[in-house]
T-cell receptor
Framework: SQKIEQNSEALNIQEGKTATLTCNYT??????LQWYRQDPGRGPVFLLL?????KEKRKERLKVTFDTTLKQSLFHITASQPADSATYLCALGGDDKIIFGKGTRLHILP | GAVVSQHPSRVICKSGTSVKIECRSLDFQATTMFWYRQFPKQSLMLMAT?????????EQGVEKDKFLINHASLTLSTLTVTSAHPEDSSFYICSARPPGQGWDSPLHFGNGTRLTVT
């Protein structure tokens, strides 16, 4: 069955450093991958979309890569700030389905 | 734009009672809305796809008689948890995509409803 793994349940990063989150998947060939941010007690908020024929996307301090050979996406936040602390979800989509990972709780330490 | 509103944000009910959760698209019309459930430290699990004017499509393992979905207008879908039990306690979230966007366009989520069944 399709499986998504996000590297760790929680990640602590010092303010100002780059935070790198990993999303690995198996038994699936997604047409696209999305990253969402979720704050406690709130719904997810869309951040970035990357399609299967794209290697990298950037938006301000965010960068996402997509390696369909490794079946992996990396999500980077540069110059991290305490306000970036949240849970980040990766989601894989294709046809009419989209499936979500469990998320990684990111803590940016001041 | 593309705001999805969900109500209530929290609800506590007694075992055996029913609870209705509303999901509204405030600035766009949504022929399709999606209902998810999220347990602590778990991923969002799709429960059902709500279709305006027709029956909802339920995911495998989701009881359609227990989780009643009504999508009576282009801006409102409701999820009713019938005969709720403590194991139904969870975070329920709805989402929708504005019309005319690509099939890989982002989902817009409501802020969720925390259901606690005592």
């Amino acid at each position: 069955s399709q499986k998504i793994e996000q590297n760790s349940e929680a990640l602590n990063i010092q303010e100002g450093k780059t935070a790198t989150l990993t999303c690995n998947y198996t038994n699936y060939s997604p047409a696209y991958l999305q990253w969402y941010r979720q704050d406690p007690g709130r719904g997810p908020v869309f951040l970035l979309l990357i399609r299967e024929n794209e290697k990298e996307k950037r938006k301000e301090r965010l960068k996402v890569t997509f390696d369909t050979t490794l079946k992996q996406s990396l999500f980077h936040i540069t110059a991290s700030q305490p306000a970036d602390s949240a849970t980040y979800l990766c989601a894989l989509g294709g046809d009419d389905k989209i499936i979500f990972g469990k998320g990684t709780r990111l803590h940016i330490l001041p | 734009g593309a705001v999805v509103s969900q109500h209530p944000s929290r609800v506590i009910c007694k075992s055996g009672t029913s609870v209705k959760i509303e999901c509204r698209s405030l600035d766009f019309q949504a022929t399709t809305m999606f209902w998810y459930r999220q347990f602590p430290k778990q991923s969002l699990m799709l429960m059902a796809t709500s279709n305006e004017g027709s029956k909802a499509t339920y995911e495998q393992g989701v009881e359609k008689d227990k989780f009643l979905i009504n999508h009576a207008s282009l801006t409102l879908s409701t999820l009713t948890v019938t005969s709720a039990h403590p194991e139904d306690s969870s975070f329920y979230i709805c989402s929708a995509r504005p019309p005319g966007q690509g099939w890989d366009s982002p989902l817009h989520f409501g802020n969720g409803t925390r259901l606690t069944v005592t």
